[in-house]
């Protein structure tokens, strides 16, 4: 099987089993068709697009007191200077409303 120029595959070494009901799979084969990937990399791609999406929004985490003092040590740690960032925001936004057209 020759991969599609310019793309590498990770060697896929796990296997995921999994049940689905019959609409359910319909779907999937029609999303993935009109994506033009296959029905493994799509429901792949998904789950790890929303597995990422989880573990970023996680809010609530546990820490010991040693940690959370030092955690909140560094809230507390004023901002060092950044310069840049000082230019930057500075500067007029190019998103912002400008009424100047009315």
Do not use: C, Y
């Not at 007191?65 to 230019?87: I, T, Y």
């Amino acid at each position: 099987m020759a991969a599609k120029e310019g793309t590498q595959r990770a060697l896929r070494e796990g296997r995921i089993n999994l049940r689905a009901t019959t609409r359910q799979e319909q779907l999937l084969r029609q999303a993935a068709a009109a994506t033009d990937r296959s029905v493994t990399d799509f429901i792949l791609d998904s789950a790890v697009t929303q597995a990422e999406r989880v573990l970023a929004d996680r809010r609530w985490f546990i820490l010991d007191d040693e940690r959370w003092k030092e955690f909140q040590r560094l809230l507390d740690e004023p901002v060092p200077a950044m310069p840049k960032m000082a230019r930057l925001f500075s500067k007029p936004s190019p998103f912002a409303d400008h009424d100047d057209d009315r």
